[in-house]
């Protein structure tokens, strides 16, 4: 990573909510709270240790591209879905979405966060993002010392790795809903019925990748920058996030992140067309997905 590739995060429009970080602590709080439910076999034990990690990352990239995808869209069928498209978006089509993120190419301008911000009616005043960017020391993989409230991205003595919700294909975080109301979707988004969330949180606690948030507040966006298609009155005192986009990529769009990314560091597509860029990433390179051996079959993969 060279010194010409440093941009800083977007000055004119910032759109982090307020109040935003993420600690080691804020990171792992909802993977601690899983002592209580693992005796009952929600969740398998939380990866803790950077060695175990690397090792599973390892593994994944000897397998190699194709191994990696073995059987993933047969497994990536829907879970709880209640048969009724989601309200604010077309009914899902036949395609399996999926993501592959590089690594190499992530600069850490977090643009991606910031366009996800802005797309989604993320509330300025939340104290949350669907995606968090991830500073890392080379050949480390510490997501326990990770740093997010780094100043600026494309320092060449660090790499950057984004994360967000998995849309897993065995997802914890819905099997651990009392009233059904975050499902997985034909198509393999992951999403959550605001109406019918009962804040009890226990989705936050059942979920691996720290990946959903609880609104305390009610969520405050500028009137000029209200996205429409995207429900906002809806989410005060629930749980949210990442949805794929679902109201861009079911009209043939792409993920805001993925489009905002000055690097082009993250590809979307769907996993049923061989011929899709992101299928031919899975086929071709070697991949990794982050605590794997949890057993949810993200549908975000890494590579470099």
């Not at 109040?19 to 034990?45: D, Q, Y």
């Not at 978006?89 to 590089?102: C, H, S």
């Not at 009610?218 to 949210?240: F, H, I, M, Y």
């Amino acid at each position: 990573m060279s010194d010409s590739k440093q941009i800083k995060p977007a000055e004119e429009k910032p759109l982090l909510p307020e109040g935003c970080t993420l600690s080691r602590r804020r990171f792992l709080e909802g993977l601690g709270a899983t002592a209580g439910i693992l005796a009952a076999g929600v969740v398998p034990a939380v990866l803790s240790s950077q060695a175990q990690l690397a090792a599973a990352s390892e593994g994944a990239k000897a397998e190699g591209g194709n191994a990696a995808i073995e059987g993933i869209i047969e497994e990536n069928q829907p879970v709880n879905y209640p048969g009724k498209p989601v309200s604010y978006a077309d009914p899902a089509g036949k395609q399996k979405w999926g993501m592959v993120i590089d690594v190499k190419a992530c600069i850490g301008c977090r643009r991606c966060v910031y366009a996800c911000v802005e797309e989604n009616n993320i509330g300025r005043n939340s104290g949350f993002t669907y995606i968090q960017v991830l500073e890392m020391e080379p050949g480390k993989v510490d997501i326990e010392h990770t740093n997010v409230n780094y100043e600026q991205g494309g320092r060449p003595d660090k790499w950057y790795m984004p994360v967000q919700c998995m849309h897993c294909a065995k997802p914890t975080c819905v099997y651990g809903c009392p009233v059904i109301a975050t499902w997985k979707e034909p198509d393999g988004i992951v999403v959550i019925d605001y109406d019918k969330c009962i804040a009890c949180r226990n989705c936050l606690v059942t979920c691996p990748y720290d990946a959903r948030h609880f609104n305390w507040v009610e969520p405050e966006v500028p009137e000029d920058e209200v996205n429409p298609k995207v429900p906002l009155e809806e989410k005060s005192g629930v749980v949210e996030k990442c949805t794929f986009c679902i109201q861009r990529t079911r009209n043939g769009q792409t993920t805001a992140c993925t489009e905002a990314c000055p690097v082009g560091a993250r590809t979307f597509g769907d996993l049923n067309d061989p011929e899709s860029e992101v299928s031919i990433l899975l086929k071709t390179r070697r991949v990794w997905r982050l605590k794997e051996e949890y057993g949810n079959e993200p549908m975000i993969w890494y590579v470099g």
